[in-house]
């Protein structure tokens, strides 16, 4: 029986406490948030509701100056690259494939009976357009 | 092809996909290993190991009438299926089944919210429909009622009821089984039935009255394995016009068994939403003198705990309360909890929260203004879903143990004594010390937590919190605290410690599993009932 393993390395969250982690966050420095120029494209819909509440570039709850996945991404890459996926102008229905069907960190895969293959190059569609739009703003 | 089903050959594997393809359509069907990697526990701490469970295909039906033929084809070849509803049940197995080979039938699209009644206060909804869903569904239409979500928001409302989730509202609310009222289930026939008044043709109170006449069977769904739930009511709060918050603090350690008496009172008498308690000595937690206080052997002495919180200035507990109603009401509520408190428990101190009508403003929301450090999640708080909980999470997840205990400060103290002392030979964080505070989620216990992370690459870390499960299990049950949900892994050490006269619970259970599906077609296993095919 083959087993897979996921080959992408694993994004390191900072594991806190499930007691009285919103007190402790809730004193963080606000950060600027970035400014997103949203593509009017059907993929916009689907990342709204798909993976905007972890990957979206709005502030995370209770204080935390970004969401889950944006600021995991953030602290991976040092600044270097934007941790708002929606600036991301990288990610082709491919790339954003590996991550979604194998998972990374602390980030579970998405089965295709949530998430078409078609979605995902909707969504690959909708970050690359709102990526341009933003940058060129 | 990843592993077979239980008994049977690849080429009669094989026959069993095609007829499954024929009731639902190629797309709808996987199993390729590609293709049944997210069905995988990616919260599993035997990941890569023998003991991992791994499904044989999945199958996602459109509608009820597919749910029932996958059911039947699945009786024919004596197929296990394994049914999920979102399938983010993580911290509890994800998607993963308790029989490896199994089927899992996703339910993921049977996704409509069928009925919301704002002026009956309740939703109808079939189990793909995730809270983010419904929550979206009242709000575009202007539905005057408030969703108790559980955290992260993306699970269904059937599919966290049935494992009794819970959520962050009013004391009736936040059991989530215990606000449900009327199923559909496919049996393990492929019969359909409906539970209370949905089995009186024309009833119009499905969604009102649970019961119906005679036994009523819908416990057996939860955490069980008799049937396959495809439609569950929910009661829902109407939108309270207020919400209101205060911090109360108290000083000694000992002073938490008043402190709780009093809260109970408020919760039991509906005056108040979730308590949320903490240790404000938790800050010190860094101070390697304090930690070594805090998980002594044995547990501290009161007057050493004190005098450590004198030293800091800090008070040994704290909690938040929240009111919904009314604005004068609330008022009067919290007023009256302060007044109570106060004058019961020398040196008690409150402070007055954020307060504001509802819905609140997104700024609201983001829980910004409090004057005092908080425990409370706002958005769960106001019943609006998020992914935002997901910042504790670290490496590749957790695996998670709650134990349910009474609701004194007495059996809060002996728990954080004993199992913070059994878990001491295990290298993980203290879970479990003299400044753990309980979770009061459920109605009317609460609960504490274990949930050591689990890394994919660490089979050795692994091991070690597979093994601190294990023995927290047991060590727990010997002084009366059970578990009130786990991973199928889990399942069977959970279900040995309800053992009361000789199993007899257990044995019930499989009389009925026996009586009702005894090829085991639906979901063996699960909540630790095995049919007679199955058991050793």
């Known amino acids: 029986m083959s087993r897979r393993t996921t080959t992408t390395a694993a994004v390191v969250l900072v594991l806190a406490g499930m007691a009285g982690v919103a007190a402790a966050q809730n004193r963080q420095a606000p950060v600027t948030p970035a400014v997103v120029v949203k593509a009017d494209l059907p993929g916009r819909t689907i990342f709204e509701r798909q993976c905007a509440p972890c990957h979206g570039a709005g502030p995370g709850d209770d204080g935390s100056p970004m969401l889950p996945g944006t600021a995991a991404l953030s602290r991976r890459y040092g600044g270097e690259i934007p941790g708002a996926l929606e600036l991301r102008d990288d990610l082709d229905g491919d790339a954003l494939r590996l991550f979604v069907r194998n998972g990374i960190g602390a980030m579970p895969s998405f089965r295709k009976a949530e998430l078409a293959d078609a979605d995902i190059d909707a969504i690959a569609a909708y970050l690359k357009a709102t990526a341009e739009l933003s940058q060129s703003r | ?536």
């Not at chain 2, 594997?13 to 997210?38: C, H, I, K, T, Y």
């Not at chain 2, 929910?234 to 209101?244: A, D, G, I, T, V």
């Not at chain 2, 200035?313 to 704290?318: I, R, T, Y």
Request: net charge negative; glycine share 10%.
């Open chain 2, 1 to 536: 092809m990843a592993v077979l089903p239980p008994d049977m050959n690849a080429a009669t594997f094989s026959q069993m996909l095609e007829e499954l393809r024929g009731a639902v359509g190629a797309d709808w069907l996987w199993s390729s290993d590609e293709d049944l990697g997210p069905y995988r526990d990616s919260f599993s701490p035997v990941w890569d190991t023998a003991e991992e469970r791994h499904a044989s295909a999945a199958i996602a039906p459109a509608d009820v009438p597919q749910v029932q033929a996958i059911v039947r084809i699945a009786g024919k070849y004596k197929v296990p299926l394994f049914p999920i509803s979102t399938g983010k049940n993580y911290g509890y197995g994800g998607p993963s089944p308790n029989v490896n080979g199994s089927v899992v039938l996703d339910l993921k699209r049977l996704n409509q919210v069928l009925e919301v009644d704002d002026k009956r206060h309740f939703a109808l909804v079939e189990p793909g429909v995730s809270y983010f869903d419904l929550y979206r569904h009242i709000q575009e239409r202007g539905l005057k009622v408030m969703v108790d979500c559980p955290d992260p928001g993306w699970g269904s409302p059937i599919g966290n009821s049935l494992e009794r989730g819970i959520g962050y509202t009013m004391p009736q609310f936040r059991d989530h089984f215990g606000a449900s009222c009327g199923m559909e289930v496919v049996l393990p026939n492929g019969e359909l039935m409906r539970t209370g008044m949905g089995a009186l043709p024309g009833s119009r109170t499905w969604q009102e009255y649970r019961y119906g006449f005679g036994p009523d069977p819908a416990g057996l769904f939860a955490q069980g394995n008799f049937g396959i739930v495809t439609k569950m009511g929910f009661r829902l709060m109407p939108l309270p016009e207020y919400y209101r918050t205060g911090l109360i603090t108290v000083p000694r350690r000992r002073d938490f068994v008043k402190l709780v008496e009093h809260v109970n009172y408020l919760s039991d008498s509906s005056m108040c939403g979730e308590a949320v308690y903490g240790s404000p000595l938790q800050r010190l937690m860094g101070d390697p003198q304090f930690l070594a206080l805090a998980t002594k052997l044995g547990g501290p002495s009161d007057a050493d705990m004190d005098a450590a919180a004198e030293r800091a200035g800090l008070p040994s507990w704290q909690v938040d309360l929240q009111f919904f109603g009314p604005e004068a009401t609330t008022s009067a509520n919290w007023d009256y909890a302060k007044a109570r408190i106060l004058s019961d428990i020398p040196g008690a101190k409150a402070i007055d929260g954020d307060h504001f009508p509802l819905p609140a403003t997104e700024e609201q929301l983001l829980n910004k203004t409090q004057p005092y450090q908080t425990g409370i999640r706002r958005y769960g708080a106001l019943g609006v879903p998020s992914l935002g909980i997901w910042r504790i999470v670290g490496d590749n997840g957790h695996v998670g143990f709650f134990p349910i205990l009474p609701r004194s400060g007495e059996a809060v103290f002996e728990m954080q004594r004993v199992l913070g002392d059994a878990l001491k030979e295990f290298p993980l964080r203290p879970f479990f010390n003299a400044t753990t505070a309980p979770l009061y989620w459920h109605t009317y216990a609460f609960q504490m937590v274990f949930a050591p992370s689990v890394k994919h690459d660490d089979p050795a870390h692994n091991a070690i919190v597979h093994q601190a499960m294990k023995k927290v299990v047991a060590v727990a049950a010997e002084h009366g605290w059970g578990d009130y949900r786990a991973a199928p892994i889990y399942q069977d050490h959970v279900a040995d410690t309800y053992s009361f006269n000789h199993h007899a619970l257990r044995r019930f259970h499989e009389q009925l599993k026996d009586a009702v599906d005894p090829d085991g077609i639906i979901a063996p296993g699960r909540g630790g009932v095995w049919p007679k095919r199955f058991r050793k």
